[in-house]
């Protein structure tokens, strides 16, 4: 399961403890506010596309939209994103728990601009109802992100 591979992630790092598990669904961006009783935009979700025919992952603020012109000139190809199906065989989480952490080799993961306007945000961790978190600087240091990118918009 998708959770215990990012709870075991953590576990390395003894942040195990800090994974937070719910009753009630967080899938989406509202459902995780609501679990969590955050402003949606302190949600990181994790959008999921094809480029160059491998993934790449941008975590993203709750309120933010992917500008098409911006990631045009980001990564050189409209932005498609991934089939639920193609989620899962390509990044090893499932839609709805898609996060940063215990993700598959060759995964590229960016962290979006319209995160740097918090101290903290919530991104899942593997499953439809987890999260943690997590301080901009820990975003940094455990997603194994490869740059700060500016491809959103409306927040």
């Not at 959008?47 to 992952?57: Q, R």
């Not at 498609?80 to 199906?85: A, I, K, T």
């Not at 439809?128 to 992100?145: D, F, V």
Request: net charge negative.
């Amino acid at each position: 399961m998708s959770i215990e591979k990012v709870k075991a992630y953590w576990k390395k790092f003894g942040m195990e403890e800090r994974v937070l598990e719910f009753d009630v669904s967080s899938a989406t961006v509202e459902l995780a506010a609501e679990a969590l009783h955050c402003a949606p935009q302190r949600i990181a979700k994790t959008l999921s596309f094809l480029v160059d025919n491998g993934a790449v992952l941008v975590v993203a603020a709750g309120d933010a939209r992917i500008d098409n012109p911006k990631y045009k000139a980001q990564f050189g190809t409209k932005a498609r994103m991934l089939s639920p199906e193609q989620v899962e065989e390509l990044i090893g989480h499932a839609v709805g728990g898609v996060c940063p952490f215990a993700v598959k080799d060759g995964v590229r993961v960016y962290l979006d601009e319209s995160l740097k306007r918090f101290e903290t945000v919530f991104p899942a961790c593997g499953s439809s109802n987890s999260a943690i978190e997590l301080t901009i600087e820990e975003l940094e240091q455990y997603s194994g992100y490869l740059g700060w990118v500016d491809v959103c918009k409306g927040y």
